[in-house]
C-alpha cells in the first residue's frame, strides 16, 4: 500500500498507457472490420459486373443474326468487355462500366432498326436478365457507396484519424458513373409507337 501511495504519479501514468492501448487496438480493430466491409461490398459490385460481362456474348450473338454488318458496335462492344477485364482499381471499374454501358447502349438501339430482333424469344430474355442485372449493380454500388462513406468517415474524424494514419488506412474511391454514362442502357423493348 505504501508503495501505491509513494508512486501515484507513476501507478497513474500506467493506468493511463493501458488505457491508450486498449483504445488504440479498439479503433484499429474498428477500422479493420469496415475496410473488411469496403472489400465485401466492392466484391457484391465486381461479381455483377462480370454477371453481366457474362450475359454480354450471347445477347451479341442473338444481334448478330439480325445486324451482322454492325460491326462497329460489335467491336466496342468487345473492347469494353475486355476494358473491364482488365481494370482493378475502383476508378477503373467505374471508367470501365462506363463504357460497357454506353456499349450496350448501341447494341440495344439496334431494335429499332431491326424489329425483328425484339420478336426473338432468346434476345428478348437475355435483355430482361441484363436489365435485372443493371438493377443489382446499381444496389450493389449504392450499396458499396454507403459503406465507403461510413469508412472515410470513421478515418477522417479524431481520434481514429490518429489510428489510422499510424495504420497506413486511407479514405476509399467511390464507385462513381461518369456523366455520359449517366444515360444507362434502356432496356425496353414494347414498341410504343405503334
Do not use: C, W
Request: aromatic share 8%.
Amino acid at each position: 500500500m505504501d508503495f501505491l501511495k509513494k508512486n501515484r504519479v507513476v501507478v497513474g501514468i500506467i493506468g493511463v498507457l493501458v488505457v491508450l492501448i486498449i483504445a488504440f487496438f479498439t479503433i484499429g480493430n474498428g477500422i479493420v472490420k469496415q475496410e473488411n466491409q469496403v472489400d465485401s461490398a466492392f466484391a457484391d459490385v465486381d461479381t455483377q459486373l462480370q454477371r453481366r460481362n457474362d450475359l454480354i456474348p450471347n445477347l451479341v450473338s442473338t444481334v448478330k443474326g439480325y445486324a451482322s454488318h454492325e460491326e462497329k458496335i460489335f467491336t466496342a462492344i468487345s473492347n469494353a468487355q475486355s476494358a473491364m477485364s482488365k481494370a482493378d482499381t475502383v476508378s477503373d471499374k467505374a471508367a470501365a462500366n462506363d463504357q460497357v454501358s454506353s456499349a450496350l447502349n448501341g447494341l440495344l438501339r439496334l431494335q429499332v432498326s431491326y424489329p425483328d430482333i425484339k420478336a426473338d424469344k432468346q434476345f428478348t430474355q437475355l435483355a430482361d436478365e441484363l436489365a435485372g442485372t443493371e438493377n443489382r449493380i446499381a444496389v450493389a454500388r449504392t450499396r458499396y457507396n454507403d459503406v465507403v462513406k461510413s469508412y472515410n468517415t470513421k478515418v477522417s474524424l479524431f481520434p481514429t484519424s490518429i489510428v489510422a494514419g499510424m495504420k497506413g488506412a486511407t479514405k476509399k474511391d467511390y464507385f462513381k458513373a461518369s456523366a455520359s454514362a449517366k444515360d444507362t442502357p434502356a432496356v425496353n423493348f414494347d414498341d410504343s409507337s405503334k
